[in-house]
């Protein structure tokens, strides 16, 4: 950390934070320039001593020096995380693909979507049987019934099942039926909720919440991995700005920069990141070329008709052309969509 | 809603919108422009109607006209509610002061700091006994533990006890000490915790999460409302925006915007919608003067040794000087600080 | 426009808008809604009558229907707009590559850059001569001298030179030696200068404001337009939203929303949109795949001794790398690169 | 500044930033990390350092201590900055009112305006002659007329006339008529406008861009007292944020955290900060209650029939009121409403 003080901090002063540093168990280095006088703090902690400095008086600032994150860290674990869950693949030069309805609404509907999505080449289901819905006079889902079509589902086709988990007390039933455990974008900084999925070995699926910064994001996957589970997928979903012409902004160059930082492989939400259907087939491409270990996808066979997210779920037909599409480009590129 | 046809939508396709606005319960109305058509569906619908139109061919798009949701609503309940705790007054021209610790550290530092704001005027004591930290590695609070500690420290001085309430499994205990339960920002849209304290009759400070439209809060208080309790606070604490000099940004106009939307008292955090003391006392004067109905603030008796959030703690002396100030501001307005 | 009255407006009233609505040249249709009326305007007027309603007593917000620009719209002109100068060309399929320094910084250092830019298969030279700058006290660029090196390396590479104007005054002088005129991110909204680039009959690259809308772009663009100056091209260049990893948030979904609403191209800045030259490439590859109809790049031949924006420039080899890279998307794509 | 190296950097590469940084005129002090190795590096250097550092190999970020601008901070003038122009006064304890419509519509329509703001209190006339407009087809200002009808209402009144200037060919015809120059938002970093309104000794009044930051702000009043012009206000009128309630999202910690930053007053804008009148009159007590040397608020005698803005326009009965309110709030802070 480096300690930044206030211009015409007293030498007593700046001996006291230089104590206060050491205290911390840091080593502490003076250097007095021409305006300021900034400490250097040299040591390994990421336990609250940079709140405990900045509270100092004379104390203008503190810029800290390391990742606050460890387990997750590409320093860490140099090699990338491969995510393998029965034919879905993400992560080293794998492509996998998620995709389905928002909401499990009817086993004709859930063995349609999956049906169709395998047809377009995805290898896993997407399907919300717990809803977190903005308002509460929304559709909330078909709960344990949902989640026993879901797992029907993958009874006929082979597809892995991915679905959302809202409470902590859930995950022992979901995680009964489903194979990838998703934690929703309001969720991502639930920590019971994230301890509760790290102590399964289940797959986990962690969205963005859409005001989190990437230091959060990846804080948020260490709650998972420091419960003992690695086993996590890094999705980008779209973040909250002044845009209002798509439902979220979705930033690609996410991509590049988790790539950077950690070894987790790194999805992208084009249905949620757009909000919707017809901006969804260029991000799935767009998506694939900046580098993503992987895409989920709403889809719906009747989209006027569906409980949620209609706007932005595509036909199945739009979905095997956005596939065929991104398949281009990632073979252009070397890599394998599955 | 009014639902918005592209251009040159032919006039089967104007038809079959039509009869799909029927077939949901409302009234359809065609509106031809001159370079649009649009359809005023007419009825009291607010469970998907907006998605399910949105998804049909042909739809540009579809704005709502009626806010989603009810309850909350000054609609509904023209009268401001007031909140009365033990001494603790908020809403209808009454101005409640919480104030106290980020975290309870120990019995001297809680009890300390409970007469400290209780001197300067404060009626609510905060303090943190879970603690929804970013990093997995920070101190996490001391549980049930400090719940005792913050009861005992009511014992002494009257004050009514604000805590936070992270889990729905939690709710019962923390139920059982505190005589306010707060829903921290991160968990604004934790729905089952929302009804999990929407099970009980105590008294609710609904943080506003930092990146909530006023739409998505005023349905987290829904939730809660809705479950049969109707003790709800709103808390604005800032929302996240591009500056980095303040922690938040602290939108004092909320107060006044939900002031004429909502029944439901309007509580300010200066000290998370800043990050730094010296910006908090000004903040308070100014919440108190732009209507809000009552204050939570951190107050620490060492700022440098707490355990978390000591930038943005103010000492007990900076806290009596500001709710001087704070006072003078009120009293000049004709309202009364508790 | 949908005009939305507050709840309980009186007939009275409802009446009295109503002829204000007619007043302002439109036809109004009231509908009565079983909680709220509402009033639809129907016409062709874009001259502030939504400004005018908003203000009228018991009127709770007007909704537009209609898209406030007309010349930049796909209705007024469904055929992609196509740039062409020299070799450049932008739009329907072809993808144009500029790239340069920031700054023009000597002879040798520009020629350098030409050759390699080039060689990497670029058909534009950008470089700065006027150079808006955040701060006073930074290099300023080098004006005038700047600009006969710029014409002096398209003389030699046959490169179509592009470089930004700041004031309304200098466009004469930048008009003489460049071929494309750029409008910097901060000028966006600096409508004189849009004024005076509209009555020439160069090509304009207009960048979006950091904070700007989709609206405000195309109008910005309409004030190009409306001048009588067909050559306009969209220039994505990132937002500014809470992240900080970044330097700005680059959103692709702005490439296929634009070409949703208007013929002209759009052309993608990553240097900018990121701020970190590993980031770059990906982001070239990923904007051509959503679409693009050009990017704009910053290679430097020294990036550590770049006089602005060294951090966000690439090598030529990385230039070369990136290109070879995204030329290979855009051939899965069935587009060409120039 | 501090130099934050990649881990793993080898010593040769440390060795060869150190000298870059005394190449670059600063010292070099290394400090050797548990797992990073950071240079400091000291001296008083604020012009392309940063950038230059930053696009060495083998650095990770470049953290800079030093504020970049010289003259507009509290270091450089400790005392608070007065504007005196007729009977406005601003700063030091002083807050002075400008009030007025948005545009000069007619001789009738600004002398009404400006006795009924002077009768409530304000001492300067705010009216626009060239107005900025987000759309070409909107009204554009009565441009000279305009002019001079703002220095015909001075002449009967006595008010101070605050009026924008959108060009530096504007600006001499402008300073003929005005009195205090006003940058709008949109032409903040408009550096060509900020050095033209530098040469005048016209005070200015510069409104921060909807996506400024606080040091963009700063560095662009810089511009302009690099010129020698030393009578700058700085007006928060609101920034771009994700919320839709209001216009814009106006941040009154602006004030007290320019107030630790430097010398100049801080004028608050609350009509374009919210966009509805009714939002003004809370906003107006909790500006100055925040600290505010000033405001500037629109007024209207005829909201809908003005010409721009009338949606956030007060009428002079709901002004007048707002502004004893506001005197209350004053007064009982100790300071003086001009």
Same mark, same amino acid.
């Given at each position: 950390?480096?300690?930044?003080?206030?211009?015409?901090? $007293? @030498?007593?002063? !700046?001996?006291?934070? /230089? =104590? &206060? #540093?050491?205290?911390? *168990?840091?080593? %502490?280095?003076?250097?007095?320039?021409?305006?300021?006088?900034?400490?250097?703090?040299?040591?390994?902690?990421?336990?609250?001593?940079?709140?405990?400095?900045?509270?100092?008086?004379?104390?203008?600032?503190?810029?800290?020096?390391?990742?606050?994150?460890?387990?997750?860290?590409?320093?860490?674990?140099?090699?990338?995380?491969?995510?393998?869950?029965?034919?879905?693949?993400?992560?080293?030069?794998?492509?996998?693909?998620?995709?389905?309805?928002?909401?499990?609404? $009817? @086993?004709?509907? !859930?063995?349609?979507? /999956? =049906? &169709? #999505?395998?047809?377009? *080449?995805?290898? %896993?289901?997407?399907?919300?049987?717990?809803?977190?819905?903005?308002?509460?006079?929304?559709?909330?889902?078909?709960?344990?019934?949902?989640?026993?079509?879901?797992?029907?589902?993958?009874?006929?086709?082979?597809?892995?099942?991915?679905?959302?988990?809202?409470?902590?007390?859930?995950?022992?039933?979901?995680?009964?039926?489903?194979?990838?455990?998703?934690?929703?974008?309001?969720?991502?900084?639930?920590?019971?909720?994230?301890?509760?999925?790290?102590?399964?070995?289940?797959?986990?699926?962690?969205?963005?919440? /859409?005001?989190?910064?990437?230091?959060?994001?990846?804080? %948020?996957?260490?709650?998972?991995?420091?419960?003992?589970?690695?086993?996590?997928?890094?999705?980008?979903?779209?973040?909250?700005?002044?845009?209002?012409?798509?439902?979220?902004?979705?930033?690609?160059?996410?991509?590049?920069?988790?790539?950077?930082?950690?070894?987790?492989?790194?999805?992208?939400?084009?249905?949620?990141?757009?909000?919707?259907?017809?901006?969804?087939?260029?991000?799935?491409?767009?998506?694939?070329?900046?580098?993503?270990?992987?895409?989920?996808?709403?889809?719906?066979?009747?989209?006027?008709? /569906?409980?949620?997210?209609?706007?932005?779920?595509?036909?199945?037909?739009?979905?095997?052309?956005?596939?065929?599409?991104?398949?281009?480009?990632?073979?252009?590129?070397?890599?394998?969509?599955?």
């Amino acid at each position: 950390m480096i300690v930044v003080l206030k211009r015409g901090a $007293s @030498e007593a002063t !700046i001996q006291k934070i /230089a =104590r &206060r #540093v050491e205290e911390l *168990g840091l080593k %502490a280095h003076v250097i007095v320039g021409t305006e300021r006088t900034v400490i250097a703090a040299v040591g390994d902690k990421r336990n609250g001593e940079q709140e405990a400095l900045e509270s100092c008086e004379d104390v203008e600032k503190v810029v800290p020096i390391l990742a606050p994150y460890k387990v997750a860290s590409l320093e860490a674990k140099p090699e990338p995380t491969i995510i393998r869950v029965l034919d879905f693949v993400a992560g080293g030069g794998n492509v996998g693909i998620m995709a389905g309805p928002c909401s499990v609404e $009817s @086993e004709e509907q !859930i063995l349609e979507s /999956a =049906r &169709r #999505v395998k047809a377009a *080449g995805a290898t %896993a289901l997407r399907g919300g049987a717990f809803k977190p819905r903005t308002s509460p006079y929304s559709f909330q889902g078909m709960k344990e019934e949902g989640l026993k079509l879901l797992a029907a589902a993958r009874e006929e086709t082979g597809l892995a099942v991915v679905t959302e988990v809202m409470a902590p007390d859930q995950v022992e039933m979901v995680a009964k039926y489903a194979d990838i455990l998703q934690i929703g974008a309001r969720n991502m900084q639930n920590y019971n909720l994230l301890q509760a999925v790290g102590e399964t070995r289940k797959a986990v699926l962690l969205k963005r919440g /859409a005001a989190a910064t990437m230091e959060e994001f990846l804080l %948020a996957a260490e709650y998972i991995l420091d419960m003992g589970n690695s086993q996590v997928m890094l999705c980008e979903r779209g973040i909250r700005t002044f845009e209002t012409h798509t439902r979220f902004t979705l930033p690609l160059a996410s991509v590049a920069y988790l790539h950077q930082k950690t070894h987790l492989p790194v999805i992208i939400d084009p249905s949620h990141g757009t909000g919707y259907a017809s901006l969804v087939p260029p991000m799935c491409a767009a998506a694939v070329a900046a580098g993503a270990d992987g895409l989920i996808v709403e889809v719906h066979p009747d989209p006027p008709n /569906a409980m949620s997210d209609g706007a932005q779920s595509l036909t199945p037909e739009a979905f095997a052309a956005a596939m065929a599409t991104t398949r281009k480009v990632a073979e252009a590129l070397g890599r394998t969509l599955h």
